[in-house]
């Protein structure tokens, strides 16, 4: 019940529309109000209970209700800027009538640093200039009062022991309004960190799903252009048989459900075998072994990842008894790989090993792994072929294909 009640009244004039940083000010205000009034409100028995005098009881009750309650109230109907100087303002000067009163006797002026202090956090950065006046000021005043306290006349006569409990109740409240704020400090810089591990958590993944890990280690050592040559990487592309006139016949959310449901199943897989995913274009998924980190293995891994994606969409294909068939092409060699652009970049290779795997995909057969002899001269001995013979292939001429059937040891 009481958390529920401060919570109201501290987040009062705080809607959701507000922006974050504006709502912890608000926040931090009308908690300073209430913790303030708190004080005064306490301090008020002490002062009946030593028969103080009228003018003394009645300040304290009418800054312990009104100090308070017009700040959230300007708070609360948007007035935020009005709420702010009030609360200073009517503070300094409750301090000041405190300090005319009883001269030298009590140190209330050190309450002016106090509020210096929560002149840095009331204010938004928006407000910057208003804020360092503020803080001027208030360290003007408490200066000027530490000087001249001396020789400020004391209007009103104080029981002793009235001065004693007040002394103590003012260094209490000194002390306990100091912890307020440094705690206030710590949670603020507590939250920024939990806040900013979280966005590098999030920055961290989303890198890490575009690029490789070791790239993304480079990009943020050194911004200079990323390119490497690889002698030993296999490049593996497919596609879909059809799939574009088969989606003409589709609705639009099934196209991007269907075809993301086998992608991410080609994920899986490359994760599984320890392959790089390049890019996807359309219904086209490009992958390659042996890079960033070298791996002797790179060919056979992708193979029996091409492998088992004709098992994923013959699965795909009893499931939803669509016509879907996968042309996939390999080809092993030497290729070039890189970070290119400055938005939307992305990790691409490049050189003739490249577009032979790409004519390997586009010349191939429906269902089947069309491979190069390259590729085919580092898994005859692990993988069962069936050659196909050699064909034309435009921009690389006469090319001796073989086609990948299964492996000879279970994947």
Request: charged share 15%.
């Amino acid at each position: 019940m009481l958390q529920l009640l401060w919570n109201t009244i501290a987040y009062s004039g705080s809607t959701h529309a507000s922006h974050s940083s504006e709502v912890k000010h608000i926040v931090l205000l009308n908690a300073l109000a209430m913790i303030t009034a708190a004080f005064a409100l306490f301090n008020l028995p002490v002062t009946l209970f030593v028969h103080a005098p009228l003018s003394v009881i009645c300040g304290t009750l009418a800054f312990s209700l009104l100090m308070p309650l017009v700040t959230i109230i300007l708070n609360g109907r948007g007035h935020l800027l009005a709420a702010r100087f009030w609360f200073l303002v009517v503070s300094s000067g409750r301090i000041v009538l405190g300090m005319i009163f009883l001269g030298s006797v009590l140190p209330l002026h050190f309450f002016f640093l106090a509020l210096m202090t929560v002149s840095f956090f009331v204010f938004p950065a928006k407000q910057k200039k208003l804020m360092i006046a503020t803080c001027i000021v208030m360290l003007s005043s408490f200066i000027g009062f530490e000087l001249f306290r001396d020789q400020i006349p004391l209007l009103a006569w104080m029981k002793p022991e009235y001065i004693q409990i007040q002394r103590v109740a003012i260094n209490a409240g000194f002390g306990i309004l100091t912890f307020c704020i440094a705690f206030y400090i710590y949670s603020t810089f507590d939250r920024s960190e939990r806040y900013l591990h979280a966005e590098q958590s999030k920055s961290e993944r989303l890198l890490n799903n575009i690029l490789p890990g070791s790239i993304v280690r480079q990009l943020r050592e050194s911004p200079d252009t990323i390119a490497e040559r690889f002698e030993n990487c296999t490049v593996l592309f497919s596609d879909i048989v059809g799939f574009t006139s088969m989606s003409r016949q589709m609705p639009a959310v099934q196209v991007v459900e269907l075809l993301n449901g086998i992608f991410s199943a080609f994920d899986d897989l490359a994760e599984k075998h320890g392959l790089e995913k390049i890019k996807t274009i359309g219904d086209a998924y490009m992958i390659v072994g042996g890079l960033p980190e070298p791996d002797p293995h790179h060919a056979e891994n992708v193979a029996r990842f091409a492998l088992e994606m004709l098992d994923v969409v013959r699965q795909y294909r009893q499931e939803n008894g669509l016509p879907l068939e996968l042309r996939i092409g390999i080809n092993s060699g030497d290729a070039v790989a890189g970070v290119i652009g400055k938005k939307k970049f992305i990790y691409d290779l490049w050189g003739d090993s490249v577009n032979t795997a790409s004519r390997m995909e586009s010349h191939g057969l429906p269902g089947q792994i069309q491979v190069t002899e390259s590729t085919y001269m580092l898994l005859k001995d692990k993988f069962q072929f069936s050659e196909r013979g050699s064909m034309e292939v435009k921009g690389l001429g006469i090319v001796k294909s073989y086609l990948l059937m299964e492996a000879m040891e279970p994947i």
